[in-house]
């Protein structure tokens, strides 16, 4: 949705982060797999072989406000894409949170206009498909 504003390197570093998401939990999702391959799309990467696989070095590239930001809101998406958030899952948002400092008002924020996106997804795709 808004990777297109990183830069080369946050990119990279946020398809890394995605995998590291996506597999975190032992399962990666259809949903997960889905939504990875929008991010590669959007990101201008079809094809990118994950190099990192160490939290801090991905998440270090998002050094400004704007790009943890989107990092945030796209990592909770992708979260939520099965509907489902296992334990590895929420530890990973509390460890993101920790790493590029967002408060907890800025967590639930995140969380909750993921929740909205999801919701208007669905009842879009209902109202096509009426």
Known sequence: MFLNQLNLKQRKAFI???YYAAKIDNVFAEEEKHFIE???GEAGIEYYDVENHDFDKMTAE???KK???IALLEITALIYA?????????????DLQK???FTDKEMNTSENWVKNYFNLLEKGTSFINA
């Open 67 to 69: 790009s943890k930001n």
């Open 16 to 18: 890394e982060l995605a």
């Open 99 to 101: 790493k590029l400092n």
């Open 82 to 94: 099965d509907k489902k958030v296992t334990i590895e899952e929420s530890q990973l948002l509390k």
């Open 38 to 40: 929008i991010y590669k």
């Open 62 to 64: 998002f050094e400004d």
